[in-house]
């Protein structure tokens, strides 16, 4: 009976130990992860994307096209800007995508020589083929990354051409890991069933309780103006802000 029991318990924790931990996805160095579309331009013709990998890399492309099975001729083939910064050990990559036709449905596939990232965007309505919109808003998800893993969720069920979101992201401006965790669970959620990423914006309001931003270029990405891990305004010369600010991208 005692062998029996103890047994039991030997088993229930092995069980214990190999059960997956939300967040905790394991990456190649060179894997493309962490990705996020967002608008510099107009949304109906344009979209940005921007993500990262582990290492430099020698070249970093992404394909796109209007059809997943499109002849090869069809897809357009686009190289990434690449760069990193002091406070991270990221490599961020990112392309906008231009003349595109409005209210279309794109498949993009950012290269990989074994796991290249395979996804959807939608541009968004224009004159001709105007609809309504579908979007959400939010912010402060920094603490509770189990409400926050619930509330993406939430989020992406209800097929949102696009979500904005309004700053306080994570506790601490330059904790890396934190940033890390929230874009690998945006990157693992906020994708709908049929494989297409839901685009994220800044707030188009004045902030509630931060000061404006007024240094962030309102051109720039949401990879390169709050540069993946820094919530902090950076100066018109590229250097840091001492105050924390809000966390603002797109245009």
């Known amino acids: 009976m005692r062998k029996n029991f103890i047994t039991g318990i030997l088993l229930l924790a092995i069980l214990v ?8 996805l394991t990456y190649t160095e060179s894997q493309p992860r962490q990705v996020v579309l967002t608008w510099q331009n107009d949304p109906s013709t344009s979209m940005t994307i921007t993500w990262r990998t582990d290492i430099r890399g020698d070249k970093h492309t992404l394909r796109f096209a209007e059809m997943p099975d499109a002849k090869p001729r069809k897809w357009k083939n686009l190289e990434a800007e690449t760069f990193t ?13 231009k003349n595109l036709e409005p209210g279309q449905k794109y498949y993009v596939e950012i290269d990989h020589p074994q796991l290249p990232d395979k996804f959807a965007f939608q541009t968004m309505p224009g004159e001709n083929n105007r609809r309504e919109l579908v979007f959400l808003a939010g912010g402060d998800s920094r603490t509770r990354r189990d409400v926050r893993r619930e509330m993406n969720e939430l989020a992406a069920s209800h097929n949102p051409d696009f979500v904005i979101f309004d700053g ?7 904790d890396e ?33 931060h000061e404006p931003i007024e240094s962030v270029d309102s051109t720039t990405s949401i990879g390169s103006s709050a540069i993946w891990l820094s919530a902090i305004a950076r100066g018109r010369e590229g250097r840091p802000r001492e105050r924390e600010r809000e966390f603002c991208a797109g245009a």
């Open 17 to 24: 130990l190999n059960l997956p931990v939300f967040g905790q």
């Open 85 to 97: 910064f002091d406070e991270t050990s990221a490599w961020l990559h990112t392309v906008e995508l």
């Open 168 to 174: 306080d992201f994570i506790n601490t401006a330059l």
């Open 177 to 209: 890991q934190q940033w890390d965790d929230w874009f690998d669970d945006w990157h693992e959620q906020m994708i709908t069933p049929d494989g297409r990423r839901i685009p994220v914006i800044r707030h188009p309001f004045p902030p509630r309780h």
